[in-house]
C-alpha cells in the first residue's frame, strides 16, 4: 500500500520566520515520483516540485527548498523568510510506478504567515 | 499559455438536478483527471482518461460519469446530485507517453459546486 503522512495539520508563523513542512511517505515500489503543489485560498492546485526516486539531490528555488532523504522515507518541504503569500495549504503527494500516473496526496499543511 | 481551464468556477444546482462540470486543455496532454476535494480534506480522484480508455475508481458513486469527446475537452456528469456532493472538483491533465519526465499533473481552477 501507498501513503503519504503530513504530519502537522496547521502551522502559524510570523512574516519573515523559516518553516518547515513535512511530508513522510510509504511505498514498496522502487520506482515512484514525490510531488509538493501549492493551494492557495483561490482553490487551484499549483505544481511546486517533483522528484524522483532516483535523484536524492536537494533542491532550492529562490525561497524554497526540499530535502529528500530515501533512508527515512521523507521529501520536507522549507519555506525562507516566510511571507503573508505563502499562506496556503500545501499537499505533498506519491505517484508509484504505475501507468496510470495516479497521486496519493497526503491531508495537507495549512500555514498561516501573519504580517 | 498553455493551461487547464474550467468551466463555470462556481456552479449551483437543486437537489437531484443533473450538472455538467466542463474541462479543457492546450496542453495536450493525454490523461485527463476529474477529483473532488471537500472542506479540509485532500483531493480524491474520481475517474481518469487514458487517452480514450475510461478508468473508474472502485469507491466512485455512479451517480459520476465522464465523457471525452476529443482530446483537448472532458465532462463530469453528476446525474442526480446530493448534498453531500457539493465539494470543489478539480481538473487535472498529464502527459504519459513514456517520458518519465512529463508526467506531472496540472490542475485547473476548479468548479465549486453548491447544491441546494
Known amino acids: 500500500a501507498q501513503k503519504v503522512t503530513q504530519a502537522q495539520t496547521e502551522i502559524s508563523v510570523v512574516e519573515k520566520e523559516d518553516v518547515t513542512l513535512d511530508c513522510v511517505y510509504e511505498t514498496r515500489d522502487t520506482t515512484y515520483y514525490l510531488f509538493w503543489y501549492k493551494q492557495p485560498p483561490s482553490g487551484e492546485l499549483v505544481f511546486l516540485i517533483r522528484r524522483n526516486s532516483f535523484d536524492e539531490q536537494n533542491e532550492i528555488s529562490g525561497r524554497y527548498s526540499w530535502n529528500f532523504q530515501k533512508s527515512t522515507s521523507s521529501f520536507n518541504f522549507t519555506i525562507t523568510a516566510s511571507q503573508v503569500v505563502d499562506s496556503a495549504v500545501y499537499f505533498c503527494a506519491l505517484r508509484g510506478s504505475s501507468n496510470t500516473g495516479k497521486l496519493i496526496f497526503g491531508q495537507g499543511t495549512t500555514l498561516q504567515v501573519k504580517p | 499559455d498553455a493551461m487547464v481551464i474550467q468551466n463555470p468556477r462556481y456552479q449551483v444546482t437543486q437537489f437531484g438536478k443533473p450538472v455538467t462540470l466542463s474541462c479543457s486543455q492546450t496542453?495536450?496532454?493525454?490523461?485527463m483527471y476529474w477529483y473532488q476535494q471537500k472542506s479540509s480534506q485532500a483531493p480524491k480522484l474520481l475517474f481518469h482518461?487514458?487517452?480514450?480508455?475510461?478508468?473508474n475508481e472502485a469507491d466512485t458513486p455512479d451517480n459520476f460519469q465522464s465523457r471525452r469527446p476529443n482530446t483537448s475537452f472532458c465532462f463530469l456528469d453528476i446525474r442526480s446530485p446530493g448534498l453531500g456532493d457539493a465539494a470543489m472538483y478539480l481538473c487535472?491533465?498529464?502527459?504519459?507517453?513514456?517520458?518519465?519526465?512529463?508526467?506531472?499533473?496540472?490542475f485547473g481552477p476548479g468548479t465549486r459546486l453548491t447544491v441546494l
Open positions: 496542453l495536450n496532454h493525454n490523461v
Open positions: 482518461y487514458y487517452d480514450k480508455d475510461f478508468n
Open positions: 487535472a491533465t498529464s502527459s504519459l507517453r513514456g517520458d518519465r519526465d512529463t508526467d506531472t499533473q496540472y
